[in-house]
């Protein structure tokens, strides 16, 4: 009889087999991360693999609500990081 264990890795290596074809190595996979990251074109679009826009909805592309993400997000990290990192340069400004 075939112990618990013993399905759980023979499961684990049948899947890994089906699933192979698949499988994106870890360049294939942050393709779209890095384009989304590095793009200069506007926001409020999705990137989806492979590096391809698809329009957002109106919540994303709102300026003010993206306006006020941006203090909030800038709000927290000088709270948590503590002043001085702002001080001692980090990139935080309004656009």
Known sequence: MWKEADRVTVGGYGMSVAMKPFKKDQFEGCVSTVYAAT?????????????????????????????????????IVTEKTRSDSVEKGCPMKDY
């Open 39 to 75: 793009t200069l074109e506007s926001s409020g679009e999705y990137i989806c693999p492979p590096a391809a826009h698809e329009p957002g909805s109106d919540l994303a592309r709102n300026e003010q609500l993206g306006e006020a993400l941006m203090k909030l997000t800038r709000d």
